[in-house]
């Protein structure tokens, strides 16, 4: 990735000042080698010999693979391993249906970008189909579409320039290529095609997909607008980085560096400091708020506060519409693991991808029950929001992020649920999670 682009990633806006996760390891290693190294200077002094278990293992590390490795290259080749081949299935400007507009890098439009395969792919899953089976040679292919480079999508951009040369048509292209595509895939034989006529094919971008609200910050007042008075629907996703899949066959896709697309004056403004908490300053990657008033935070200042969470797409059904997960906390998401416990309820895992951040995981209240998964639809707007701590002795506690738990009342400025997942980075800094390097 360009430097230019994205040495901003690298800036640490957690204020806390507890032992990090490396910290601690380093301690907690350095307490145990030191004890280690006692233990064997005395089984040496008793015995002249080297303590039990310390003697070199020679089939030690042996691979259980049994493929010959590719090898390591760093050129313009695509490699595989001998005895396997690859094959471009879908690229950037596809169309996604048979009847698509077909792809003109010399003058993309907004509308024929959300007909098309979208940028910069990262979270993939395969849904077999039919829904519930286990076929592998035919499905529906998920793919998250974190980000848009001008310098790479637009003629005569470069890095250092696309700032000044994007226009608001180019702004739009950049946010109907992001977000997620959801195509049908067959396998005849070895090779693997669209299936282009499929009904499941569709687009899902930050340039017009409407989401619904869910969980405690659904019509939250820091969430209303002028396009949403009622906080409970919102134009859109975008940065949409890992991701996972539910118990119940839907697909998760986490909002992660959102702060990047909005500009303005960051240091006024009744969310002045829940911007800095998020690392919004005004300056971000993207130019859209000079052209679009949602995205400029002296227009809307609620509308950062409309994305960084975990959003859920059924696949399975296109006229479904995507549905914002707020029970599940708002940061830059990275991943969203799903695990199933063993008295039913399911648990999501998800990293905050910056330096100095934290891990989190959801846990549903009720089960599910995967005899009828359609009762799961709803099962990730009621449950506990957790905080991963570090101990010292090398155990981990998950703290809650729970309305009325500890420091997290109205006196720190939460008035209900809905404001400690709208700010779960400041919830957690209170609670004394333990930062990591961009738990990701």
Known sequence: MSHELFDDENIIVNPSSGPTLAQIIEARMSRRNALKGMAAASLFGLFGCAAPGTRARAAA???PLTFTEAGRFL???HHAAPGYNTQVLIRWGDPIRRAGPSFRPTAQTAGDQEQQFGTDNDFIAFMPLPRGSRASDRGLLCVNHENNRAHLSFPRVTAKDAASKMTPGTCEVQMASQGHTIIEIARTGNAWALVDASPYNRRINARSTPFRVAGPAAAHPRL???????GREIIGTFNNCAGGVTPWGTVLSGEENTNFYFTGDAARGPEAAAWKRYGINGRGRYVWGRHFERFNLEREPN??????WIVEIDPYD??????????????KHEGAT??????GRVAVYSGDDERMEYVYKFVTRRPHDSNNPAASRDLLDDGTLYVAKFEANGKMNWLPLAFGTGPLTEANGFRNQGDV??????????LGATPMDRPE
């Open 61 to 63: 590390g042996d691979s």
């Open 224 to 230: 209303r607008t002028r396009a949403d008075p009622a």
């Open 303 to 308: 509308e950062p506060n409309r994305f960084g």
């Open 318 to 331: 296109p006229k479904s519409v995507p549905v914002k997960r707020t029970a599940l906390g708002r940061f």
């Open 338 to 343: 799903t695990a199933v416990s063993h008295d």
């Open 421 to 430: 997942v709208l700010e779960a980075r400041r919830a957690a800094d209170l």
């Open 75 to 77: 050129d313009e080749t």
